[in-house]
Structures are given as C-alpha cells and as structure tokens.
C-alpha cells in the first residue's frame, strides 16, 4: 500500500511540475511578445501603433497625411459604439476625406469574449470589407453582452462579405492570436479602456466631446 501511495504522490508532484513550467513559458512568451519589463511609454510610439502584430493596420485617408489618428475600440464597448456613430463620421469628413488625417484602426479587444469579435474584423479586412464590417458592429452593437458568432456572422452579411471565406475564417480563428497579439501592443503603449486614441503622440481616453477631438487634431496639424 505504501509504494502505491508513493508512486501517486510522485506522478502528482511531477504534473504540478509540468504545469508550473508550462505557466513559466506562457508568462514569459508575452513578456517577450510586450517588450520586457520596462514601462510602456519607454517602449511605444504611436507610430509603431501603425502596425498590428508587424501587419499594417486597417487605415483610410491620406497615408501621407500630416497626422495620425490611431483609434483603439472593442466591440463590446457602448461608448466606442456612440463614439463610432456619432463623432468618428465628422472626423472622417472634415479631416481624413480632406487629406489631412491618415485614420488608423489598431486591432484591439479589451475583455477576452471580445477577441473573436475582433479577430472576425480581420477576416473582414482579408475581403477588403474592414471598414464596412467596423461600421456594421457598431450600428447593430448587442446590448448588455458580448458579441455572439451570430452577431458577427450577421455584421460580416450587412458589411458584403463573401460570407462563405468569412465564416470559414471565423470559425477556424485564423486571426485570433493576431487580434490578441495586438491588444498586448495596445496594453504595452498604456491603453487601458476604451474608446482610447494616439493623436500625433497624444493620448486621449473615453468618448470626448467632438470639440476635444477637433482642438487635438488642429493642434497636432499646427505642430503644437
């Protein structure tokens, strides 16, 4: 009896062993993945923010405007919907659609049952339907709840994807470490809610008043 007790006593030290180690390299896979230990702000410009794990980000305008814009928004967030719907259109047509502003959407899920949300935004920009598929989330956002695969394959229909790469994309998560590389990118440079924006170097958090986004936008364009 007691070799026996024995021998289960080993097996179970060696599996915690096993595991312990495992959450070792986990850990220190996304340390290397966020840069180390240093601050944040150390690390990360806003132009590095371009880029979504090393892929250029989904962008509309001028790539060589004066300013950017780089907007961090998670599909589960009401006031990144309210954002979307109201302020982000006038952004877009008093500075992007004038060459001014070069608008940078950096791929970002705040809370975990958001990332296939959206990994499917990536899947979505794999069609060319990105902006469509951005727009689409947000005008039919689910209340009280994070999206559902229905909900995204219904935001996929309304943004004109092929629907049948679309599901197939989704459902496989072939974006999904993507979209979960690149919030470590967005936590890295301090991103901590949202809707959160780089305007030129500036950080700016929450759902601010259109004027706030105006007086940042004209001031990066005045080089202040």
């Not at 007691?2 to 220190?28: H, M």
């Not at 092929?162 to 993507?178: A, I, K, M, Q, Y």
């Not at 924006?197 to 936008?217: K, S, T, V």
């Amino acid at each position: 009896m007691s070799k026996k007790k024995s021998k289960r006593k080993g097996a179970g030290s060696e599996l915690y062993i096993i595991i312990g180690l495992g959450a070792v390299i986990i850990v220190l896979g996304l340390i290397v993945l966020t840069g180390g230990f240093a601050p944040p702000a150390a690390q990360v410009g806003s132009e590095a923010l371009v880029s979504c794990n090393g892929k250029p980000c989904p962008s509309k305008g001028d790539p060589n405007a004066p300013v950017t814009v780089i907007e961090f928004s998670d599909y589960a967030c009401h006031n990144c919907r309210d954002f979307s719907v109201a302020t982000e259109p006038v952004i877009e047509q008093e500075y992007v659609e004038t060459g001014r502003v070069r608008y940078v959407s950096h791929v970002f899920a705040l809370w975990p049952d958001s990332q296939p949300a959206a990994a499917a935004a990536l899947c979505a920009n794999d069609q060319g339907r990105y902006w469509e598929y951005h727009e689409q989330a947000f005008l039919n956002f689910r209340e009280g709840g994070f999206p559902t695969r229905d909900d995204i394959l219904n935001w996929g229909r309304l943004a004109g994807v092929d629907l049948g790469p679309f599901t197939e994309c989704v459902d496989s998560g072939r974006f999904l470490f993507d979209a979960q590389a690149s919030a470590l990118e967005g936590r890295r440079a301090g991103i901590n809610g949202t809707p959160s924006f780089f305007i030129g170097d500036q950080l700016m958090e929450g759902n601010l008043p259109l004027a706030q986004f105006r007086a940042a936008i004209d001031a990066a364009l005045a080089g202040r």
